[in-house]
C-alpha cells in the first residue's frame, strides 16, 4: 500500500497545489502539510479524515496509508458507532422537529390557532413541540 505521505504529496502536485494552498484548504499549517508529507507523524483519526476527503479516498484506506492497524481502525468504527445517551435524544429531537415542520406545512392550524394531531399515538413529544413546550412530556394528548 502506498504511505498517506506519497499518497497526499502526489495528489497535491497532480492538483498544482502548493503545500501553503493545501493547509490553506484544509485549514492546517504548512508545516503540518510538510511533516505528513515527510512521514514524520501520523496524523489523528480526525485529521485522516479531512485528509481522505481531499485525496478522495475511503476513510479505511486512508487510516491503513496513514499507518493505523486493522484493529485500531476497527475500534475507531466501533468508537463512532456508539453514540451518548444525549446524542441519541439530540438527533431524536431533530427527527421530531422535522416531523412536526412537515406536519404542520401539511395541515395548517385550525381558526382557533391551535394544531392538534390527528393520531395520538404521535405522542406528546410532537405534541409539545407543535404547542411551543420544548422537548413535550412524553406523554399522549388525551384531547388529540
Known sequence: MISLAEQLRARRQARKHS????????????????????GEFRPKAQEVAILANYLGAMMSD????????????ALLGLER??????????IAFQA????????????????DGETR?????????????IDGHGQGDGQVDPAA
Open 117 to 129: 394531531l390527528p393520531n395520538p399515538g404521535f405522542g406528546g413529544l410532537a405534541q409539545g413541540l
Open 62 to 73: 486512508t487510516l491503513s496509508a496513514a499507518g493505523y492497524t486493522p484493529h485500531e481502525i
Open 96 to 111: 421530531a422537529t422535522v416531523a412536526v415542520q412537515l406536519f404542520q406545512a401539511a395541515h395548517p392550524s385550525k381558526p
Open 19 to 38: 503545500q501553503a494552498d493545501l493547509a490553506a484548504t484544509l485549514g492546517k499549517s504548512r508545516s503540518w502539510v510538510a511533516s505528513i508529507e515527510r
Open 81 to 90: 458507532v456508539a453514540l451518548t445517551r444525549a446524542e441519541i435524544e439530540a
